[in-house]
């Protein structure tokens, strides 16, 4: 089992950034492909970004191409998203999530952290 625990939301002003990361307990973080997923008030989550077990390999939502970048450091056990462009329909609950597969570009994963907000504002 892994547990992921979100940090560095909050509210920024369109166009700005935040980076958000992820901490995950256990001694096999690098087994896991590592994710991040958004739900926004009255929608259902959405994939956002994903990376395999090395970080060898990425995959993003058309939304958030060219703008969102994840990265992990297995060392450290953590995954982080750099969320640069900001738009407000960036605006959602933004989950951290891990599978014992090697990449997963949907909402299908096997681990979730609690959630933490990012607020984008016009």
């Known amino acids: 089992q892994v547990q992921l625990v979100e940090s560095g939301g909050g509210l920024v002003q369109a166009g700005g950034s935040l980076r958000l990361s992820c901490a995950a307990s256990?001694?096999?973080?690098?087994?896991?492909?590592m994710g991040w997923i958004r739900q926004a008030p009255g929608k259902e989550r959405e994939f956002v970004a994903a990376i395999s077990g090395s970080g060898a390999n990425t995959r993003y939502a058309g939304s958030v191409k060219g703008r969102f970048t994840i990265s992990r450091d297995n060392a450290k056990n953590t995954v982080s998203l750099q969320m640069n462009s900001l738009k407000p329909e960036d605006t959602a609950l933004y989950y951290c999530?891990?599978?014992?597969?090697?990449?997963?570009?949907?909402?299908?994963?096997?681990?979730w952290g609690q959630g933490i907000q990012v607020t984008v504002s016009s």
């Open positions: 999530a891990a599978s014992i597969r090697p990449i997963v570009t949907t909402t299908q994963y096997d681990y």
């Open positions: 256990g001694r096999t973080f690098s087994s896991y492909a």
